[in-house]
């Protein structure tokens, strides 16, 4: 079973920053893509960012230039910085792996989310 288990949320004050981190585990046989999603109240859970297998990444337009996603294999760890912090980017931010598994089935796997308030 592949397990995420996200870090990093807080309060943050406009123009702050932070940096969230996912960790996987449970065995795999392979990764498609790495992301990060969030929600806020009253709105549908949407892509922030996500980093597939040959490393390109897409980021939705609203965290272009502020966010930067990246990952770290041996740690099997991917990472959010996010910067330039905005009152409209609060929200519960998940962490989502999409993949095979050791018996070729595949599997898309979310964290329980990590809460960033930004907030004067």
Same mark, same amino acid.
């Given at each position: 079973?592949? !397990? &995420? /288990? =996200?870090? #990093?949320?807080?309060?943050?004050?406009? #123009?702050?920053?932070?940096?969230?981190?996912?960790?996987?585990?449970?065995?795999?046989?392979?990764?498609?893509?790495? #992301?990060?999603?969030? !929600?806020?109240?009253?709105?549908?859970?949407?892509?922030?960012?996500?980093?597939?297998?040959? #490393?390109?990444?897409?980021?939705? =337009?609203? /965290?272009?230039?502020?966010?930067?996603?990246?990952?770290?294999?041996?740690?099997?760890?991917?990472?959010?910085?996010?910067?330039? &912090?905005?009152?409209?980017?609060?929200? /519960?931010?998940?962490?989502?792996?999409?993949?095979?598994?050791?018996?070729?089935?595949?599997?898309?796997?979310?964290? !329980?989310?990590?809460?960033?308030? /930004?907030?004067?």
């Amino acid at each position: 079973q592949v !397990q &995420l /288990v =996200e870090s #990093g949320g807080g309060l943050v004050q406009p #123009g702050g920053s932070l940096r969230l981190s996912c960790a996987r585990s449970g065995s795999i046989f392979s990764i498609n893509a790495m #992301g990060w999603y969030r !929600q806020a109240p009253g709105k549908q859970r949407e892509l922030v960012a996500q980093i597939r297998t040959g #490393g390109s990444t897409n980021y939705a =337009e609203s /965290v272009k230039g502020r966010f930067t996603i990246s990952r770290d294999s041996a740690k099997n760890t991917v990472y959010l910085q996010m910067n330039s &912090l905005k009152p409209e980017d609060t929200a /519960v931010y998940y962490c989502n792996v999409d993949g095979q598994l050791p018996t070729r089935f595949p599997f898309s796997s979310w964290g !329980q989310g990590t809460q960033v308030t /930004v907030s004067s």
